[in-house]
């Protein structure tokens, strides 16, 4: 219980920190680091992989979860979710400033 909540946490002051410094990064620096955190992220997920038992239990999850996201279009809704909070966040800028 508590990994989760700090898991999320984590997640959450990480998305912060990328949006206040999004643009104040070198896009040498920023692709950089996305390239590295791939790659650990496919470490950690190897790893999982090499460790797991059932080998065909994760790949039938993998399979059901893509043709799931497929069905639902789940990239074109996460899109669509993106989208919204970045027009809020943009809304709530503008108004600030015309504040100040």
């Known amino acids: 219980m508590y990994a989760a909540l700090i898991n ?4 959450a002051v990480a998305a912060l920190c990328g949006f206040l410094f ?10 950089a680091i996305l390239i590295g955190l791939a790659i650990v992220v496919g470490i950690i997920g190897a ?10 239990g994760m790949i039938l999850c993998l399979v059901a979860g893509i ?29 600030r400033q015309y504040l100040h």
């Open 8 to 11: 999320g946490i984590a997640v």
């Open 22 to 31: 999004k643009n104040k990064i070198n896009e040498k620096y920023t692709s």
């Open 47 to 56: 790893s999982y992989a090499i460790g797991t038992e059932d080998t065909l």
């Open 67 to 95: 043709l799931f996201g497929e069905w639902i279009n789940i990239e074109k809704h996460l899109n669509h979710l993106g989208d919204m909070l970045k027009k809020q966040i943009f809304r709530r800028e503008r108004q």
